[in-house]
C-alpha cells in the first residue's frame, strides 16, 4: 500500500463535543489522497470512542492513544511521528478545516525552495461571528523568506498557530522544540506556546520561500479552555522568548535590536505603562552566542 500524500494530524485531549466536526473537515477534503491521524491524550470524557468510530467507518483514519497524558506539545510529536504522508497538516481538535484546504494549498507545497503554505483564518465561536486574522497580503503567491521572518519577529499577521499552515512531515519532526532556553521564561512543553512559532520560524530559515493564501481556509474555535481564548500573560512572554532566542541565535544584531524594540512596545501596550527596555533583556535576552553576527 502506498503511503498517503498528506497526513491531517489530530492531538485531541477531551474535546468529545468537538472532535466530530474537526474529523468531518479533514474526511471532506477535495484532495482524496490523505490520512487522518488521531492521537488521544488520555482522554477521560469519551472522546477515544468518538475518534474510534471514525477510524471504524472510514480506512484512512488511524486512532492511537497515548496510556497518559503527555502534554500538548509530546502529543503533537506523537502524531508526527505516526504520519506517514509527505506533507503534513497539523489539525486541532476544536478546529475545522475548508474541504478545499488542500486544494488550494498543496501547488505551492510542490516547489522543493517553498518551506510551507499558510492561509488567513477565521477566528471565533463559530464560523458566522469571526473575525478574519493573518491578512500577510492581498494577494496569493510566494514571498522571500526574510520578509515571511521580518514580519514574523517584528510586525504581525503571521500565524503563531501550527494550524494554519501545511508543511512537510520531516520539517515538522525536525523543527519542533519542547522548550526554549531563557533566563526567566519556563513551561512551553505545557502549553505549545512559543514553541508553536518557533516551528515555523526555524523551517522558514531552511527554505528561500513562504507560500501564502489569501483566502480564510481553517477555522479556528475560540472557546472557554481553548488557548486562543487565553489571555494570559506568560503566553505573551512565551512568544516574545521565542522571537528574541531565535533572533539572537540565527539572525544579525541589528534584528536583534529590533526585536527587542518590539517586545518592549507590546509589553507597555499590554501592561498600559512604562516599561524599561532593561527589563525586556533581563527577562528575555539569552547569553550571547558566538555565532552572532556583526
Request: proline share 6%; glycine share 6%; hydrophobic share 40%.
Amino acid at each position: 500500500m502506498n503511503a498517503p500524500l498528506v497526513s491531517i494530524m489530530v492531538p485531541v485531549y477531551n474535546r468529545r463535543d468537538l472532535v466530530a466536526d474537526c474529523l468531518k473537515s479533514a474526511l471532506a477534503q477535495t484532495c482524496r489522497d490523505l490520512e487522518v491521524v488521531v492521537v488521544d491524550n488520555a482522554s477521560t470524557d469519551g472522546t477515544w470512542d468518538v475518534c474510534r468510530h471514525f477510524a471504524r467507518a472510514d480506512s484512512r483514519v488511524r486512532v492511537f492513544r497515548n496510556a497518559e497524558n503527555i502534554g500538548p506539545v509530546r502529543n503533537w510529536q506523537r502524531c508526527f511521528r505516526e504520519a506517514q504522508g509527505r506533507y503534513g497538516k497539523l489539525l486541532f481538535s476544536d478546529d475545522v478545516l475548508s474541504s478545499y484546504y488542500l486544494e488550494k494549498t498543496l501547488p505551492m507545497m510542490r516547489d522543493p525552495h517553498v518551506a510551507f503554505v499558510f492561509t488567513m483564518a477565521l477566528i471565533g465561536p463559530d464560523p458566522r461571528s469571526s473575525r478574519l486574522a493573518y491578512r500577510f497580503d492581498q494577494h496569493t503567491r510566494t514571498f522571500p523568506r526574510n520578509h515571511y521572518i521580518r514580519r514574523a519577529l517584528i510586525g504581525s499577521s503571521v500565524p503563531v498557530s501550527p494550524g494554519a499552515a501545511l508543511f512537510r512531515v520531516s520539517d515538522l519532526r525536525g523543527s519542533l522544540r519542547l522548550s526554549i532556553p531563557s533566563p526567566t521564561v519556563d513551561g512551553f512543553e505545557q502549553h505549545g506556546a512559543g514553541v508553536d512559532l518557533l516551528l515555523y520560524l526555524m523551517t522558514a530559515a531552511r527554505y528561500e520561500q513562504i507560500g501564502y493564501v489569501a483566502e480564510p481556509l481553517v477555522f479556528f474555535r475560540d472557546h472557554e479552555g481553548s488557548i486562543t481564548h487565553a489571555g494570559d500573560s506568560r503566553l505573551a512572554d512565551a512568544y516574545h522568548q521565542a522571537r528574541i532566542w531565535f533572533a539572537a541565535h540565527t539572525q544579525g544584531r541589528w534584528t536583534l535590536a529590533s526585536t527587542l524594540a518590539a517586545a518592549w512596545l507590546r509589553t507597555m501596550r499590554r501592561r498600559r505603562r512604562p516599561v524599561s527596555p532593561t527589563y525586556i533583556t533581563q527577562r528575555f535576552l539569552p547569553p550571547a552566542p558566538e555565532s552572532w553576527s556583526a
